[in-house]
């Protein structure tokens, strides 16, 4: 209930912050639990992708440093995010998602570079693939990278690709693993490329303490 209600005051607190948002290939959602694979460009993206796949629900992971606070972890857990330590990363970080969903259902919105300050992927969200049998699903958002272009309306758009190939049966090696992130990046690409063909994202540089 807690989720079904933030969905709509933030969905209501984006249209007052920036209009209206655009939506390219939403019949490319599949009708069953998935994993929404997508390069990390803002701390935002995963409330705009939340709202686009609405009615669904939708589960992620956030750091675990966020749920220090007792107010934002009551909002975190309510809105289905759980705890991951980065640093030592526990069988937890596995069993979690797919948990979430084999059993629940949910769908899983995950960034397979880690953090904004990154482009090499991660294994992880392949191993996910693999457990669950979900499906990987690659979104991209283009748009503004500042709370300021958030503010002035600038035009935001979140494009969905077709479910990327995954051979569920072959043994998840290394070899498999490089090909599954070829394939992730090569989608996001063409996405990007449908959207706007001069659109670029250049990684913001990691702010040292």
Do not use: C
């Amino acid at each position: 209930m807690f989720y079904k209600v933030i969905r709509v005051l933030v969905r209501g607190l984006v249209f007052l912050l920036n209009g209206r948002y655009h939506v390219v290939g939403k019949e490319n959602l599949p009708d069953k639990p998935y994993i929404l694979v997508a390069p990390h460009r803002t701390w935002w993206e995963p409330i705009f992708f939340a709202l686009v796949i609405s009615p669904r629900v939708a589960t992620f992971m956030a750091k675990k440093e966020l749920f220090k606070n007792p107010i934002l972890r009551f909002i975190l857990v309510h809105a289905h995010a759980f705890p991951v330590d980065r640093e030592h990363p526990g069988p937890s970080v596995i069993k979690t998602p797919v948990k979430a969903l084999k059993k629940e259902g949910k769908v899983l919105i995950m960034f397979p570079s880690g953090t904004r300050y990154s482009e090499d992927l991660k294994g992880g969200a392949a191993l996910i693939a693999k457990l669950s049998k979900a499906p990987l699903v690659p979104f991209v958002y283009q748009g503004p990278l500042t709370f300021g272009g958030l503010m002035k309306h600038q035009r935001i758009t979140v494009g969905i690709g077709p479910e990327i190939d995954f051979d569920f049966k072959a043994k998840l090696d290394e070899k498999q693993t490089k090909q599954i992130n070829e394939d992730m990046e090569e989608a996001w690409d063409k996405i990007d490329n449908e959207i706007d063909p001069s659109f670029e994202y250049i990684p913001p540089k990691k702010k040292h303490k």
